[in-house]
């Protein structure tokens, strides 16, 4: 099977045919992962942000059995359904009071793209086509399909590779007030003037409250927040939230906004919606702006097939409740006093450049690019599942991961962190 894998199958952001081969899961449970050899791992990236719970989870699993039972899905397009009409509810009741329109799509990256139609319409609709462009910030991350890529780090992004095809924005300076960090005024000096210079033609401002995540796991001030939603007022320019990877008590609020107490125009969620369990995504916004959208007869212009899908949202709502029953901050803020203790002793080393630590997520950057290829073995090795990416040595466990599981994911980085220094 990895043979044909190696030749046939595409894996994310990487060659055809690699030279190392795919770490092979058989099955999931809890926070661990099955190898082939029936050797378990703990997950500590929960599959990228999203298996909160862990896996393979009853109430999770009998709310899809359920829902299959039923029908695994139904066309959006003029027919709707329970399990969409539940799920709306909640994201509307747990999200800022504003937000009372949502519309559901199948990942984070067409959630992006939703919140971007969004607010062009919602200028161009009310006559104003000169708002075409959107204000991001470098080392900023939000999916990979072309909007969404537009409104990336253009450095890290992947703006080489597709410029002449890419929409061009314009781009702030990345939040350099860390999280604790005492407030400067010069830290929202560009954003401030970036937006004085070109709101005429800026439909809305995009950015992930609190952690820029796959861009460079970078944890900033909620002032910094605070400010872009003050000025984005000012000028009457949208402010569009991602909070794909920090939405659902990743960061020890229910959604990173509230670190800084500020209120989107639109809010994307995706990742951690179904606890990991399948693809759905939604993106929140306020009727002021469907108003505006909606504007001489206009409507939004998008409808995927898998729209609403029934099966994803009812794992959703199941997901939802269980999240909601159960003490997550405090979990969440267990796991940040936890990561905080153990992970300080990787300061020690020569090549840590900086550890971060909010809520359940975990950063070590080092200050040279990691080696994958020989890294992963060494963590599987340790027993944990981590896929580090450029210099960043980084874990989001699952909420229900134990005292033991993640002082088991702390002392992995640690070894093999210190054995890398060793070996270069
Ligand atoms: N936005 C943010 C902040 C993300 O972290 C991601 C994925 O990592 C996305 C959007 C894209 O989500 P998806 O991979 O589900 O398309």
Redesign the pocket.
Known sequence: MLEYDREHILHPYAPSNPSIDMTFVRSARGVYLELEDGKKIIDGMSS??SVIHGYNVEALNNAAAEQLSKMSHVMFGGITHEPAIKLAKTLIDITDDALERVFFSD??????EVALKMAFQYWSSQGNSQKSKILAFYKG?????FG?MSVCDPVTGMHSVFEKILHKNIFAEAPGCAYDEAWDDRYIADFASKLEQHHREIAAVIL?PIVQ??GGMRIYSPRFLKEVSALCDAYDVLLIL?????GFGRTGKLFAYEHAGVSPDIL?V??ALTGGYM?L?ATLTTKKVMAGVESNGNVLMHGPTFMANPLACSVANASLALLLDSPWQQRVLAIEAQLKAELAACNDLDIVKEVRVLGAIGVVELNRDVDLAWMTPKFIENGVWIRPFLNLVYIMPPYVTSREELTQITQAIHAVIKEFEASR
Do not use: I
Request: with cysteine.
């Open positions: 990228w942000w990942s984070g990256s067409v959630s992006v991350y939000h999916g990979d399909t969404a992930e995540g796959a991602d909070e794909v990877a920090t994307c995706g990742k693809s995504a």
